[in-house]
């Protein structure tokens, strides 16, 4: 066979050799990149402009930014932490079985509940929109831990069911 067959067997450590040259490559960087500006673009933005616009609001819609921003500050810091596993192994100054317990305490797959859309729709856009690309980088990120893991994650809940359910709640409490 040549070079370019795909080997599928796993290594002493249990990782498949496409994962371990994936961190080492130019997209691994690109994410890495992408992420670490986001986690930048989300610390300028809550400190200036993120915190003006909060002393602005409502007081209702100031607790959800409140705790939204704490959400999305936590989602980048798990980003983040997984990202700068992933480097170090990259770099050789983690082993596999090192990145694997740290990965352990990161949390990638503990989905947060997010407000409804009428509580979003009265947060400022650029937070909405930080927190949209926290959570598509998140979930692409997850992707990737699961394919370089060889684990597969918990089925995931149906998100419309879940707000169905939350509408029934609330119509049912109106009557």
């Known amino acids: 066979m040549t070079d370019v067959t795909l080997q599928l067997q ?3 450590e249990g990782a498949i050799p496409f994962a371990r040259g994936f961190v080492k490559s130019d997209a691994f960087m690109t994410l890495f990149r992408e992420g670490m500006g986001l986690v930048e673009a989300t610390a300028g933005y809550l400190d ?3 915190r003006a616009e909060s002393a602005a609001l409502p007081r209702e819609v100031s607790l959800t930014y409140a705790t939204e921003s704490m959400r999305l500050t936590t989602r980048l810091m798990q980003i983040a932490s997984w990202l700068l ?3 170090a192994v990259a770099e050789g100054e983690m082993t596999s079985e090192q990145a694997r317990a ?3 305490k990161v949390k990638l797959n503990e989905a947060m509940l997010q407000p409804s859309s009428a509580e979003a729709a009265r947060l400022p ?3 909405r929109d930080l927190i949209a690309h926290s959570l598509r980088l998140q979930e692409r990120i997850r992707h990737l831990d699961e394919q370089m893991s060889g684990a597969r994650s918990a089925p995931r809940l149906n998100p419309v069911l879940g707000q169905l359910q939350t509408l029934q709640a609330r119509l049912a409490g109106a009557r």
């Open 10 to 12: 796993t290594d002493g």
């Open 48 to 50: 200036s402009e993120g």
């Open 85 to 87: 596993v992933q480097r």
């Open 102 to 104: 740290e990965n352990n």
């Open 125 to 127: 856009q650029r937070l």
